[in-house]
């Protein structure tokens, strides 16, 4: 059983900053790419930043140079450091992993955590 579990939504101000962080627990060999993805009411969901086992990362357009994705490979956990937040970011944002346990490699999912940009 594999769990990811999210925190660190919440209401901000235009221009503020909040901090996301994914933790992945259960059986877990190994976790390939860590990533956040969002969905705004009407809209579908989209990718908003990745990051591989490696490093390398991945960003939206719509977010480059606002947020950032890290991870810790020891502890299984991902963080999305969100600054310069405008109300176009508001959305449920999404925990997304590539988990390989004893049963094979699928893709995980955290419950959400909404995000809402807003004066």
């Known amino acids: 059983q594999v769990q990811l579990v999210e925190s660190g939504g919440g209401l901000v101000q235009p221009g503020g900053s909040l901090r996301l962080s994914c933790a992945a627990s259960?059986?877990?060999?190994?976790?390939?790419?860590m990533g956040w993805y969002r969905q705004a009411p009407g809209k579908e969901r989209e990718l908003v930043a990745n990051?591989?086992?490696?490093?390398?990362?991945k960003y939206a357009d719509s977010v480059k140079g606002r947020f950032a994705i890290s991870r810790d490979n020891a502890k299984n956990t991902a963080v999305l450091q969100m600054n310069s937040l405008k109300p176009e970011d508001t959305a449920v944002y999404y925990c997304?992993?590539?988990?390989?346990?004893?049963?094979?490699?699928?893709?995980?999912w955290g419950q959400g955590t909404q995000v809402t940009v807003s004066s």
């Open positions: 997304n992993a590539d988990i390989t346990n004893w049963n094979g490699r699928r893709a995980y």
């Open positions: 990051i591989s086992s490696g490093g390398p990362t």
């Open positions: 259960g059986s877990i060999v190994s976790i390939n790419g």
